[in-house]
C-alpha cells in the first residue's frame, strides 16, 4: 500500500523531492492530489512501511 508523506503545489518541486528520495534509496511516486482551474497539488508517495524513515529523511533533507 502507498501512503502520502508530503504534498507540493508544483510538479516541478514534486519531481525534486522524489529525485532525492530516490537518491537515498526509496521507492517514490508522484499523484496529481486535487485540481482545480490553474492549481494542482501533488501527492509524494512512499510505500507504507518506509513511510516512517521517508519522513526522517525528508526532515534530514530539509524538505518539510
Known sequence: MWTAVHV???YTRAKEIENQLIYEGFLV???V???EGD???YEILVP???AE???L???NL???
Request: no cysteine; charged share 30%.
Open 39 to 41: 492549481t494542482s497539488l
Open 62 to 64: 530539509g524538505i518539510i
Open 33 to 35: 492530489f486535487t485540481k
Open 48 to 50: 507504507e512501511l518506509e
Open 57 to 59: 529523511a525528508l526532515l
Open 29 to 31: 511516486k508522484i499523484k
Open 8 to 10: 507540493v503545489d508544483s
Open 53 to 55: 524513515d521517508v519522513q
